[in-house]
């Protein structure tokens, strides 16, 4: 059973500061790796992703990744109140059908409950 | 715009009845998703469809029903066999089947059971 962890958090971070997200993977295959963010209520929103070992910037969010170590980050810098949501981590997977098929899709993490502290 | 479309935003089923939920996209997506979402869970998977009259069960089908007779729409139909019904329910769209493309979803329907 492939498996995306998460810490469930709450992980309570104060404003202006950085916001650190981690996610580890069990499937060596996986190649593609995406964060998205959900507001309670709220369906998911892609935010970033990342496909190759190493950092990845866009605006106040970078991506870390090291496949050796099955391992992707989220840095938040300066964070915002607006930040407060739930993470999720979501890695790229071949799932294995009937009939000997397959097909690739995504394999997502429980999330992390991320709280910005005014 | 482009995006995906579910409908309803709030259903309610009663006993034995199927209810189904509407996903539309205007992506030009081949890939389509649903998802089911419980309290404090994550995403799984319950059907996908790479292309169009082709379709696949995902990790919780039972219960479940979908058709593909479009590239913009994927219907999910919960019958009475499924059991515990209420959940929040997701579908997403994908460029293609390959596994780098990142999927992008609607805004949900929660079904409750009356």
């Known amino acids: 059973q492939k498996e995306v962890e998460q810490n469930s958090g709450p992980l309570s971070v104060p404003e202006g500061a950085i916001a650190s997200l981690n996610c580890t993977y069990s499937?060596?295959?996986?190649?593609?790796f995406f964060w998205y963010r959900q507001y309670s209520g709220k369906s998911p929103e892609l935010i970033m992703f990342?496909?190759?070992?190493g950092d990845k910037e866009d605006g106040r969010f970078t991506a870390q990744l090291n496949k050796a170590s099955q391992y992707v980050s989220l840095l938040i810098r300066d964070s915002q109140p607006s930040d407060s949501a739930t993470y999720l981590c979501?890695?790229?997977?071949?799932?294995?059908?009937?009939?000997?098929?397959?097909?690739?899709?995504?394999?997502f993490g429980k999330g992390t409950h991320l709280i910005i502290q005014p | 715009d482009g995006g995906i479309t579910q409908s309803p935003k709030y259903l309610f089923r009663k006993e034995g009845q199927n209810v189904t939920l509407s996903c539309e996209q205007n992506?030009?997506?081949?890939?389509m998703y649903w998802y089911r979402q419980d309290p404090g869970q994550g995403l799984r998977l319950i059907y996908y469809?790479?292309?169009?009259?082709?379709?696949q069960k995902g990790d919780i089908a039972e219960g479940y029903s979908v058709s593909r007779e479009k590239k913009e729409s994927f219907p999910l139909t919960v019958t009475s066999a499924q059991k515990n019904p209420t959940a929040f329910y997701l579908c997403?769209?994908?460029?293609?089947?390959?596994?780098?493309?990142?999927?992008?979803f609607g805004d949900g329907t929660r079904l409750s059971i009356l």
């Open positions: 997403a769209s994908s460029l293609d089947r390959v596994g780098n493309q990142p999927q992008h």
């Open positions: 499937d060596r295959g996986s190649q593609s």
């Open positions: 990342i496909y190759s070992n």
């Open positions: 979501a890695a790229d997977s071949y799932f294995r059908l009937g009939a000997g098929g397959g097909a690739d899709g995504l394999t």
């Open positions: 992506l030009n997506h081949d890939a």
């Open positions: 469809s790479q292309i169009v009259n082709d379709f």
